[in-house]
């Protein structure tokens, strides 16, 4: 905090204020003569001649000195500032951070909080003088600088100020601060940065810079009122790449960000699709859609969720894209006969399977192609291949060779416990049949089962089985076993993948179960189930970043165009990825679904959703606030900590409080006197 006076020069009229007392001193009353006979009305005219010595003189000198003092300090106009340097002379360079993320679009007094921080940005450069510099840094998510220097054009900024529109980005608080510092590094003078900004509590917390010592920071916070507020946030489908007829799960996620429980109807959109369901979320809390959907064509099906409107409109949609397969692409490794003609021969059966014979080729076994692949007699080779097929989220259907060695089943399953592994496995053949049991009648695979119109997966007899040690059971998952025990079919989990160790032989001589009923809709419900669980990406974007998109040979780079959800074409330019052509746009904004197209015919599509972050409209409270600067209600009070308060008004009117009071106690005074005498 500083004191200082404007016109110090002043200061030697202070010797003034003496002048009460002075006058007190030398300007007595000339005593009223009297005409006595005793000396008693001699001693009464002394008495009050002694006028320094009652009370009422006091008190008089004491108000006339301070008139004296307030009108000689009016004259010398002091300031007082909280600021160091601020109020003196000299050029002084400030840099606004004016937040213009989506949380700034909320609606409030009638304006958006960005018309109001941007009306206060304006208020402060008009008050800046000639000699100030200034610039203006867009806080969003690659926060931008409206010049590359700061500058006199104070008129530029003010018109920048009118122009620019609310984004749906989020904010980088970080970035755009490291920009003003950046900016006002080699500057000399005084420096300070204003921040601008509704300081919602998802992008603000947690910050706590540390600004250099030469440059002052002042925080005006936007927006008055918590609003709460519904969002869309994610869309989930499972399986998330169907086949033609598949039933298909698609859910949505809401969140409420407000303190008491909302309800709202959900709509959906997925081509020809149309549904809605009325939920609801509890406060502070998230609730979740589910739709049934079945796709009857193979392709990209554009999906899409909203909500009506409210307060926060822009996070009411949300936009996602479903591959629908023609197939399941299935790769085939054969070493022995059996089971292998029984699975060559049901998987043909089913037209959603594209079934490839798979050999190895200079010793090496590539099944990059493949999500689900059988193994009929595996003898131990390949291990490295088939984990690093699993480990990319696709699945393994093994069906061991008799004698196989148990260390490599283990290492095939990833299980480092030698428990059931030891030695080599055997046929082993009883005097009676062996009989199955469902170990976990409730999961997936057995769900088509459960009305019993497509036979008993466990329905059958053995009269052979690889003599697996049934604490097998307890390192996975069993889903069917013997009777007394022995594994069947159990599942192990391998990185993203699956493994199902398959004990069910097929060789004629040892069952029947392969030309059973439920033979067929088993291997069709295990490989529908056992297909790959990662699906197709498709990378969503989000406002201010930018879409990419990787083409084929023979597409020309030049010849591919992106439109927005308003079917406005967006600015791209080619480049190279890795020795592949590469096309990639400008910053996006607007949310929804873009396409890609060459020649005028859809190559791809591109979704860009609201950020979930800038939907919690909570602000951080004041209390928070004082770590990031001095606050201020608004660039009058930011006027009055820049440039000093001036106190002579203050004086002024200090002053005329004493002439009255003055002027009271002469009067009251001097009746006094008069009735006494």
């Not at 799960?249 to 960000?257: A, P, S, Y």
């Not at 999961?443 to 007899?461: T, V």
């Not at 990662?534 to 406002?543: C, E, M, N, R, S």
Request: charge should be positive.
């Amino acid at each position: 905090m500083n004191f200082f006076l404007s016109n110090g020069f002043l200061l030697p009229f202070l010797v003034l204020a003496l002048a009460p007392l002075l006058l007190h001193l030398f300007a007595k009353t000339k005593p009223r003569i009297y005409k006595f006979s005793s000396n008693m009305f001699l001693k009464r005219s002394a008495r009050k001649s002694m006028r320094m010595k009652r009370p009422y003189d006091i008190l008089l000198l004491i108000l006339r000195t301070l008139l004296f003092l307030a009108i000689i300090a009016i004259f010398l106009k002091p300031v007082l500032s909280l600021f160091p340097g601020s109020g003196l002379a000299g050029t002084k360079t400030m840099v606004l951070i004016v937040d213009v993320s989506a949380s700034m679009g909320v609606h409030e007094g009638g304006r958006t909080r960005m018309a109001a921080a941007c009306a206060e940005a304006a208020d402060i450069i008009t008050s800046l003088s000639s000699n100030d510099k200034a610039n203006i840094v867009w806080l969003q998510a690659t926060p931008t600088a409206e010049y590359p220097v700061a500058g006199s054009n104070l008129a530029g900024l003010r018109d920048a100020l009118l122009r620019k529109e609310i984004t749906n980005e989020s904010g980088n608080v970080d970035e755009a601060l490291k920009v003003a510092f950046e900016m006002l590094r080699d500057i000399k003078g005084r420096k300070q940065i204003c921040i601008i900004s509704d300081y919602q509590a998802s992008q603000w917390e947690g910050r706590n810079f540390q600004a250099p010592d030469d440059i002052d920071i002042v925080n005006i916070k936007i927006g008055k009122k918590f609003i709460g507020n519904l969002a869309l946030s994610r869309i989930l489908a499972s399986p998330s790449e169907p086949l033609p007829g598949e039933s298909v799960d698609i859910t949505c996620e809401l969140k409420n960000f407000s303190p008491e429980p909302r309800c709202c109807t959900v709509f959906f959109r997925a081509g020809e699709v149309r549904r809605n369901r009325k939920i609801m979320i509890p406060a502070n809390n998230s609730s979740t859609a589910l739709f049934k959907a079945v796709f009857r064509k193979p392709g990209i099906v554009p999906l899409e969720f909203f909500i009506g409107s409210d307060d926060f409109p822009p996070d009411n949609n949300i936009n996602g894209l479903l591959q629908v397969r023609d197939n399941i692409r299935v790769a085939f490794v054969k070493s022995r006969k059996y089971p292998a003609w029984f699975w060559n021969r049901a998987l043909r059966a089913l037209p959603f399977i594209k079934l490839t014979v798979v050999s190895p080729e200079d010793g090496k076994l590539d099944l990059q192609p493949y999500e689900v692949c059988l193994v009929s007699g595996w003898d131990g080779r390949y291990i490295e291949e088939f984990r690093e097929f699993m480990q990319n989220g696709n699945t393994l259907i093994c069906s061991p060779a008799p004698e196989l060695d148990g260390s490599k089943l283990a290492a095939l399953a990833g299980i480092t416990s030698k428990a059931g592994f030891s030695g080599k496995i055997p046929i082993e053949t009883g005097e009676k049949p062996y009989f199955l049991k469902l170990n976990m009648p409730s999961d997936p695979i057995f769900k088509l089962f459960a009305s019993g119109e497509y036979g008993d997966p466990a329905g059958g007899e053995f009269l052979s089985r690889l003599s697996l040690n049934p604490e097998l059971n307890k390192l996975g998952k069993s889903l069917i076993a013997f009777a007394d025990g022995v594994p069947a079919l159990i599942r192990f989990k391998e990185g993203a993948g699956r493994l199902y160790l398959w004990n069910l032989p097929l060789a004629p001589e040892a069952s029947h179960w392969g030309s059973r009923i439920q033979f067929l809709p088993f291997m069709a419900e295990l490989v529908l189930k056992g297909k790959s669980h990662t699906g197709k990406h498709f990378p969503v974007y989000y406002p201010g970043g930018k879409m990419s998109l990787e083409l084929n040979s023979g597409i020309s780079a030049k010849a591919v165009k992106l439109f927005n959800p308003e079917d406005k074409p967006v600015a791209v330019k080619d480049s190279m990825n890795g020795g592949k052509p590469l096309v990639r746009s400008c910053p996006v904004d607007v949310c929804g679904l873009y396409s890609w197209k060459y020649h005028g015919s859809r190559i791809g599509y591109g979704i860009v959703n609201f950020p979930v972050v800038e939907s919690d409209l909570r602000q951080l409270p004041k209390s928070k606030l004082a770590r990031f600067g001095a606050m201020v209600s608004g660039s009058r009070e930011l006027r009055v900590l820049d440039q000093g308060l001036d106190l002579w008004p203050m004086l002024l009117a200090a002053a005329v409080v004493l002439l009255i009071l003055e002027s009271l106690v002469m009067f009251f005074g001097r009746n006094k006197i008069g009735s006494k005498a």
